[in-house]
């Protein structure tokens, strides 16, 4: 009778019952795990859609196009990131060769809605980054 009445003023305290927690105990572990997994396919997706940042040796590895500068390369890079994806996700940039990559923005520009300019920049971005990366 003793023990009985320990136990109930236990369950009445409101501490969960050691049965109780052994039995929750796989489920957290479970509810862990899963979110251990998304974290990783999260973080593994923003690798796969690396866009490399503008620099100052993009720009010296396009000298001899005069037309391209900083400022367009910036905006090849935004168009890339922001038009491209509205479709697709963003290929990795070396995937393909410089000759595909500008019969790739060629025939995909119409449905991303962009103008020639813009489609130059987008082309004179990708083709900055593969030479900088060789």
């Given at each position: 009778?003793?023990?009985w009445v320990r136990r109930k003023k236990f ?6 019952s050691p049965a109780r927690e052994a039995r ?54 935004t168009l890339f990131v922001h038009r491209c ?50």
């Amino acid at each position: 009778m003793l023990q009985w009445v320990r136990r109930k003023k236990f369950a009445m305290a409101g501490a969960p019952s050691p049965a109780r927690e052994a039995r929750a105990l796989p489920r957290m572990r479970g509810h862990a795990c899963k979110l251990i997994i998304v974290c990783c396919i999260s973080v593994s997706c923003e690798l796969t859609n690396y866009v490399p940042p503008v620099t100052q040796q993009m720009a010296a590895s396009n000298s001899r196009r005069q037309d391209v500068d900083l400022n367009k390369l910036r905006e090849g890079r935004t168009l890339f990131v922001h038009r491209c994806i509205e479709c697709h996700t963003l290929p990795p940039l070396w995937h393909y060769t410089s000759k595909d990559w500008t019969e790739i923005v060629n025939s995909m520009s119409h449905r991303a809605s962009l103008k020639p300019a813009e489609r130059d920049a987008v082309i004179a971005y990708i083709l900055a980054v593969r030479a900088t990366e060789r």
